[in-house]
Each structure stands twice: as structure tokens, then as C-alpha cells.
């Protein structure tokens, strides 16, 4: 069964550092990359970081780079986003989802479909000012 879990969101202040976790079940980061995408309210999800499958190459939106990165634990089947200097814009709840794609300023996801199992359920980032 396909499923990935994040952790690893909370409060913040501005300028600090949170660790997110997407714990991958059903397949193996060898099958695909991972994402990690945001949603802030009244906005679209947007991509922010990603990872391709066995780790080959990695790439960041304008908005974080420099400030975020991704990494993955082939034997602990995760994926890890390292999130500092974080801002208040950063503030969003923050998804991992299963990619078919990892390239620069583009991430081609397995499905766009934010119900389906190759979604996370997210994990709240806020960082305050």
C-alpha cells in the first residue's frame, strides 16, 4: 500500500531552521524521486524542492534555494527537507508526493490528483515574524 507520511512541521521564528521527514511506503526511492510541494491559504500549491529517484540530482524553486535542502536515507526509505533561514512567506503546510521528474524549475509529478495515495497529508509550517 502507497503511503507517505511528513512530519516534522511547527512554529517557528523568523530566521530559524525546521527538519521535515516523508516517510515512504508502497514503493522505494529507487522506483521514483520525491517532491516537496507548499500550499499557504488562498494560494496554489506550488514546488519547492525535489529529488530524483536514487538521489542523482536535486533542485529548488527561486524562493528557497540557498535556504533549503533535500536529502534522502535510501535505507530508511526518506526523504528529508532542511528548511533555514526560514520567513514569514515560508509559512505554508508543506507536502511530499511522488515524482516522475526532478528537473531545474520543473517537477513532473506521478499524479496531480492531491487525494490520491501518492500524496502526503502535509505537515503545517509558521514561522512568525
Known amino acids: 500500500e502507497v503511503q507517505l507520511v511528513e512530519s516534522g512541521g511547527g512554529l517557528v521564528q523568523a530566521g530559524g531552521s525546521l527538519r521535515l521527514s516523508c516517510v515512504v511506503h508502497?514503493?522505494?526511492?529507487?522506483?521514483?524521486?520525491i517532491g516537496w510541494f507548499r500550499q499557504a491559504p488562498g494560494q496554489e500549491r506550488e514546488g519547492v524542492s525535489c529529488?530524483?529517484?536514487?538521489?542523482?540530482?536535486?533542485n529548488y524553486s527561486p524562493s528557497v534555494e540557498g535556504r533549503f535542502a533535500i536529502s534522502s536515507d535510501n535505507a530508511k526509505n526518506t526523504v528529508y527537507l532542511q528548511m533555514n533561514s526560514l520567513k514569514p512567506e515560508d509559512t505554508a503546510i508543506y507536502y511530499c508526493?511522488?515524482?516522475?521528474?526532478?528537473?531545474?524549475?520543473?517537477?513532473?509529478?506521478?499524479?496531480?490528483?492531491?487525494?490520491?495515495?501518492?500524496w502526503g497529508q502535509g505537515t503545517q509550517v509558521t514561522v512568525s515574524s
Open positions: 508526493t511522488a515524482v516522475a521528474a526532478c528537473g531545474a524549475r520543473r517537477i513532473v509529478v506521478l499524479t496531480a490528483r492531491y487525494d490520491d495515495d501518492y
Open positions: 508502497g514503493f522505494t526511492l529507487g522506483d521514483h524521486g
Open positions: 529529488i530524483s529517484r536514487n538521489g542523482g540530482s536535486t
